[in-house]
């Protein structure tokens, strides 16, 4: 059973900088698809960027584009989103996800099967 688990969540000004990371246990991340997803309060969880397992491909939301960037480190088994020029809209909980195919192609919460228990991700001055 594959296991995620979600780190660098933190407190930011506007304008500043995380990293998030996603290490898993149980599985070989070379064979699966990883989302970032974000959830604020009264909200529905929403994708935020996706990557195929070969890191080749990735899709991000409109409003993440040009300031996050997904990788992944497969030898390392963790998954990475980093995330620049942060703003207020940004605050949430982020969610790492995986499937088990080479591409969900949608970066839609429906295609993910395994989930982390999230980190807090607070833009504010």
């Known amino acids: 059973q594959l296991q995620l688990v979600e780190s660098g969540g933190d407190l930011v000004q506007p304008g500043g900088s995380l990293r998030l990371s996603c290490a898993a246990s149980g599985g070989s991340l070379d064979d699966y698809s990883i989302g970032w997803f974000r959830q604020a309060p009264g909200k529905e969880r929403e994708g935020v960027s996706c990557?195929?397992?070969?890191?080749?491909?990735?899709k991000y939301a409109d409003s993440v584009k040009g300031r996050f960037t997904i990788s992944r480190d497969n030898a390392k088994n963790t998954v990475y989103l980093q995330m620049n020029s942060l703003k207020p809209e940004d605050t949430g909980v982020y969610y790492c996800a995986a499937v088990l195919t080479r591409w969900a192609t949608m970066c839609s919460k429906w295609e993910y099967d395994y989930w982390g228990q999230g980190t807090q991700v607070t833009v504010s001055a």
């Open positions: 990557s195929s397992s070969s890191g080749k491909s990735t």
